[in-house]
């Protein structure tokens, strides 16, 4: 079945204490996306990768880490979570279809508690 | 840069009635444009996308969005809406072209009555 993982899916964690939320895809997809969903906001990117080794800043990465090393994996890392950072994670991969579109499927969200 | 607004954050509908839900983008050229609908502690699942050519979209469970682009709208309708479909829905645009960013609006939550 092709999807996108997420682990964990809920996580409580103290201020400092650095944290690693995994995503995976199963469906060779290029394009990999973090958004975070907070009451009122929408989603808003995070970051987002093109390929391996190939990153790039969305709306708010500050406090946030990401590598791509291989192509079906796209952790997120918070190295000092602090408790601005309590929200809903979702990542996303996407295809470029023959028009160029990008369709992103999501996988089921992380809510991440920092105290 | 785009941006997507939702104008509606909380509607109400009796099941079995008709449903619209709301979308205005801001971008410099023709866009994409999504719906993605999240149930309860689900995450999200695309309902309907638009590429270009008809502007009248079907997408999955019975619903469909219109591109109006005079008006910058990409409304969201249902002719009968089922208990089922109370949620929360989010429109979304995207840019052509290199830039892969996905902005979406803050989200129009569904309450339907019985």
């Known amino acids: 079945e092709a999807q996108v993982t997420q682990n964990p899916r809920y996580l409580i964690t103290v201020t400092g204490k650095k944290l690693t939320v995994t995503c995976s895809q199963n469906m060779n997809h290029e394009y990999m996306s973090w958004y975070r969903q907070d009451p009122g906001l929408g989603l808003r990117q995070i970051y987002y990768?093109?390929?391996?080794?190939?990153?790039d800043k969305g709306d708010v990465p500050e406090g946030y880490k990401v590598s791509r090393k291989e192509k079906r994996n796209f952790p997120l890392i918070l190295e000092s979570p602090s408790p601005n950072q309590t929200s809903l994670y979702f990542c996303?991969?996407?295809?470029?279809?023959?028009?160029?579109?990008?369709?992103?499927?999501f996988g089921p969200g992380t809510r991440l508690l920092v105290l | 840069a785009q941006s997507v607004t939702q104008p509606d954050i909380h509607i109400t509908v009796s099941e079995g009635a008709s449903l619209e839900l709301r979308c205005n983008y801001s971008?410099?050229?023709?866009?994409?444009l999504f719906w993605y609908v999240q149930s309860p502690g689900q995450g999200l699942q695309l309902l309907l996308k638009y590429f270009s050519g008809d502007t009248l979209v079907q997408g999955i469970k019975g619903f469909e969005a219109e591109f109006k682009r005079s008006q910058s709208s990409f409304n969201l309708r249902k002719p009968s809406v089922h208990w089922s479909d109370a949620a929360e829905y989010f429109c979304?645009?995207?840019?052509?072209?290199?830039?892969?960013?996905?902005?979406f609006g803050k989200g129009t939550l569904l309450t339907v009555n019985p």
């Open positions: 971008y410099g050229a023709t866009p994409y």
């Open positions: 990768s093109m390929n391996v080794e190939v990153t």
């Open positions: 996303a991969s996407s295809f470029t279809g023959t028009s160029g579109l990008q369709t992103q499927y």
């Open positions: 979304a645009v995207g840019a052509r072209g290199s830039n892969y960013k996905l902005t």
